[in-house]
């Protein structure tokens, strides 16, 4: 990269250290750096939360999967809108997670089940998060070793310095002083500042791709796929695999099942003033990717167009060369399917240090920089909090001193940091980063949703149906990790001497399988299955899913013999002593929701609470979902009653009507957000300047004192 480049990188990334620096003073205990003092608008979540979530892993993630499998999905990923419509607009789980008002997941756990469980999930949760964070540092290196076109070593002196080992030390040197100095405070604050650089960076990327590729030269590239594995015709995709039909399916039931379950960024469930905050800040999660989204899927048009159409043939000779010759089965300890799925997860990266020009190279690395440090710090303390919080605290059975906890967070902080380093440097990664995701998830997500859903919903959820549903779903996740991940070095090898017959007989057990489930398309032709395990995580997942749903119910039923009060859980009626509004305001809010208990406000989840900016905010959510679900529900009448439209009209109706539209949404919540977001921060450091307000009491450490009754 050039100079100008690097400037490009340099000045935003000072910029956001030094805010960093500047909200450490406001951590005065543990309240603040577990949940940022509890004062968080809805704005600042909602942009840091986003920041965190859509971090460079995922990015790489993404560009993977839309690589080999187009945007035809994204016509039946629609179709969750009414799902996450009721989600959102309800509030589901996240307004009486926030009732509880408790500082992590676990600790709801012990107040719903037993400190017995609350220690058991956490160390699912943290084992299963660390797992699959643990991967994070190496796809960021990875990244900005083959976009920027660093060499695999670098001297120093007389010393050959590996790039790889020392650009994880250097991007985790980052986040660890970020996070371990004011915790949710400065993490919070900085992931806020990084998504309002991001709005802007990611218009300007959005503007140079359309500017450089033509639409007849993007045509030819997409139209040129095979048959059965569409770029943009949802009606032409069963030829696709591991990301086809059934991961959209999977998908859709997943966000039900374990919504908000994942606690990687578990510190903003509960950073918000009130449980209103919070639920605003998800409603205004449906507005705030704008310019985002988009970007991604030109950035992968883009690359696939440059790697397929004829007049970049020679460009893309290059890209593929460079891929093949530096990333080799010996570069990666002799695994073949590891070098396979490393040259899939670069080609991207690679081929747009190639297309972007100076300057714009510049800005998108430094809005990748910021996607990796925002999770890093995210995700490091969620991880390190949660091992101190809910498995140290709960074992030890009694409060630490505030500066005691406070050392022991930032110990576990900086333990997990170095745990993701050397995990990242010998982990040899076989599968793609989104099934990765899936597997490790698993081990914890299997079962967590059953425990929280029943938990918060049903009082007839015992303890021992948390643990069951929680042994299910980790077995699943266990076995399909190992399966995967050393399948090639060890599991196979050692089957096939010891065992061929038996090998043979099971390939063909799951082509047969393959063949008579529906959406189901397994590669297990002998060479393939000999690298690589044809089951994908996210199947695992479901399986895993399914079988805690069935044993939490079963094992509650013949084990409940008192049910639990729920009220009392969540603050309500005659339990709700510390009112988040004055007395009046709640009777006559306990009032307006006796009235319109059965008003359609009802179902757009209105309550009282919602001051009338509110109600204009959850019909935009409402009315913008719904007119999207109507054009794809519109296209698939047509297509089915009137005849499948050709791929040329696919394409054409993306061009002429879902880019514009994307457009003049991003440009519309690049500066909504950008505002909100500002004023915000502003209300924020306000907030914590006073201490009596900012800080809460010291006690609220997340040590349960009294157990439920």
């Not at 990717?289 to 988009?294: D, Q, T």
Request: proline residues 3%; positive net charge.
């Amino acid at each position: 990269m050039s100079f100008l480049d690097w400037l490009f990188v340099a000045i935003p990334l000072i910029a956001v250290v030094a805010i960093g620096e500047m909200a450490r003073r406001y951590t005065r205990n543990v309240a603040d750096f577990l949940a940022a003092g509890r004062q968080a608008g809805r704005y600042l979540i909602s942009v840091a939360d986003g920041t965190a979530g859509m971090g460079l892993i995922s990015v790489v993630g993404i560009f993977e999967m839309q690589y080999k499998s187009g945007y035809a999905l994204d016509f039946w990923n629609s179709f969750t809108v009414l799902i996450t419509l009721a989600l959102t607009l309800t509030g589901f789980m996240i307004y009486r997670y926030r009732e509880t008002r408790v500082l992590t997941m676990a600790q709801f756990f012990e107040i719903r089940y037993s400190r017995g469980f609350r220690i058991f999930a956490g160390f699912l949760a943290f084992v299963s998060g660390v797992v699959n964070y643990a991967l994070f540092p190496a796809v960021g290196s990875r990244f900005m070793i083959y976009y920027c076109g660093f060499p695999d070593y670098f001297s120093i002196g007389s010393l050959q310095v590996n790039t790889f080992g020392f650009l994880m030390a250097l991007f985790l040197s980052i986040a660890l002083f970020i996070v371990l100095s004011g915790g949710q405070i400065t993490t919070m604050v900085t992931d806020c500042c990084q998504g309002i650089f991001g709005y802007l960076g990611y218009a300007v990327i959005v503007i140079t791709i359309l500017c450089i590729f033509s639409f007849s030269d993007i045509q030819t590239a997409v139209l040129s796929r095979p048959e059965g594995k569409s770029f943009f015709n949802p009606f032409n995709i069963d030829k696709l695999e591991s990301f086809n039909l059934l991961y959209i399916l999977i998908g859709m039931f997943g966000a039900v099942y374990n919504r908000n379950a994942w606690l990687g960024q578990q510190g903003y469930l509960c950073a918000a003033a009130n449980p209103h905050e919070q639920k605003m800040a998800g409603v205004l999660g449906a507005w705030r990717a704008g310019f985002n989204n988009l970007m991604l899927m030109l950035l992968v048009i883009g690359a696939y167009t440059y790697m397929n159409a004829p007049v970049y043939a020679d460009q893309a000779a290059a890209v593929t060369h460079e891929l093949a010759t530096r990333i080799t089965p010996e570069s990666v300890g002799g695994l073949e399917q590891t070098a396979v799925t490393l040259r899939h997860q670069m080609l991207v990266p690679v081929a747009l240090r190639h297309i972007l020009p100076i300057g714009v190279t510049g800005l998108f690395c430094a809005l990748a920089l910021f996607l990796m440090v925002s999770t890093d710090t995210t995700y490091l303390h969620s991880w390190g909090t949660i091992l101190v919080q809910d498995i140290i605290l709960p074992i030890r059975n009694k409060p630490f001193k505030p500066k005691t906890q406070l050392l022991l967070l930032r110990l576990s902080i900086a333990g997990i940091a170095v745990f993701a380093w050397v995990f990242s440097f010998r982990f040899g990664q076989s599968t793609y980063i989104l099934q990765f995701f899936a597997l490790t998830g698993t081990v914890y997500l299997g079962g967590a949703g059953s425990c929280i859903l029943g938990g918060l919903y049903w009082k007839k959820g015992t303890r021992q149906a948390a643990y069951t549903a929680m042994i299910v779903g980790m077995f699943f996740g266990i076995l399909g990790f190992a399966v995967s991940s050393w399948r090639e070095g060890y599991f196979y090898p050692t089957l096939n001497v010891m065992a061929p017959q038996l090998l043979e007989e099971f390939r063909v057990l799951l082509y047969n399988a393959g063949e008579s489930l529906p959406f189901v398309n397994w590669s297990v032709e002998p060479e393939v299955f000999r690298r690589q395990f044809p089951v994908s995580g996210q199947e695992i997942y479901l399986l895993g899913m399914l079988c805690a749903i069935g044993s939490y119910i079963a094992v509650s039923l013949l084990t409940c013999r008192k049910e639990f009060n729920l009220d009392k859980m969540l603050h309500r009626g005659k339990y709700n002593l510390e009112h988040f509004i004055d007395a009046d305001a709640d009777r006559n809010i306990l009032e307006a929701e006796k009235h319109h208990r059965f008003n359609w406000r009802s179902l757009l989840g209105i309550t009282a609470e919602y001051s009338r900016g509110d109600r204009i905010l959850a019909w935009s959510v409402l009315i913008w979902t719904l007119y999207g679900f109507s054009v794809c529900l519109v296209q698939l009448v047509w297509n089915l009653g009137f005849g499948i439209w050709s791929e040329k009209t696919w394409f054409n109706f993306w061009r002429c009507y879902s880019l514009p539209l994307a457009l003049l949404v991003g440009a519309v919540t690049t500066v909504w957000f950008t505002w909100g977001a500002t004023r915000d921060l502003r209300r924020l450091f306000r907030s914590l300047r006073n201490p009596g307000k900012a800080s809460g009491t010291e006690a609220d450490d997340g040590f349960v004192k009294h157990d439920r009754e």
